[in-house]
C-alpha cells in the first residue's frame, strides 16, 4: 500500500475531482470540501501507523460464510395456468401496460 505524504487538499484538487464528477460547486462548496477531505486524508495517514504486519488480510471482520442451499429441482406452474391467472392475456403471452412511449 502507498504511503500518504501530502494530506492537504487544495480547492484546485477539489475544482479537479468536482470536473471528473461532473458536478457544479461554488466557492464555499470547495472550501468545505478541501477541508473535509484534508481531514480524511489525516485519518487515513494515521491509520498508516498501525502495525498490521501480523495481521492476516480479511474481506469480512466477522468471520462469517455464506451459506448456500443445494439447487433442487422442482415442479413449477405450467405455461397455461400462468396465463389463466394474469389479469389479461393477448395471444398466449401475458398482457402489461407499456412501459416505453
Known amino acids: 500500500m502507498s504511503k500518504i505524504t501530502d494530506t492537504k487538499i487544495s ?11 461532473r458536478i457544479e460547486l461554488d466557492e464555499k462548496d470547495k472550501k468545505t470540501f478541501s ?3 484534508t481531514e480524511i486524508l489525516q ?5 498508516e501507523e ?3 504486519d501480523d495481521v492476516e488480510p480479511t474481506a469480512h471482520v466477522t468471520q462469517l460464510k455464506n451459506i ?6 422442482k415442479t413449477c406452474v405450467g405455461q397455461a395456468d ?3 391467472a394474469a389479469p389479461a392475456s393477448q395471444d398466449n403471452c401475458i398482457k402489461v401496460k407499456a412501459v416505453l412511449k
Do not use: C, F, G, N
Not at 11 to 21: D, F, G, N, P, Y
Not at 43 to 47: A, C, E, N, S, V
Not at 68 to 73: I, V
Open 11 to 21: 480547492t484546485s484538487e477539489v475544482e479537479h475531482i468536482a470536473k471528473l464528477a
Open 35 to 37: 477541508t473535509q477531505l
Open 43 to 47: 485519518y487515513i495517514k494515521k491509520l
Open 50 to 52: 498501525v502495525d498490521t
Open 68 to 73: 448456500m442451499r443445494h439447487d433442487k429441482a
Open 82 to 84: 400462468l396465463i389463466k
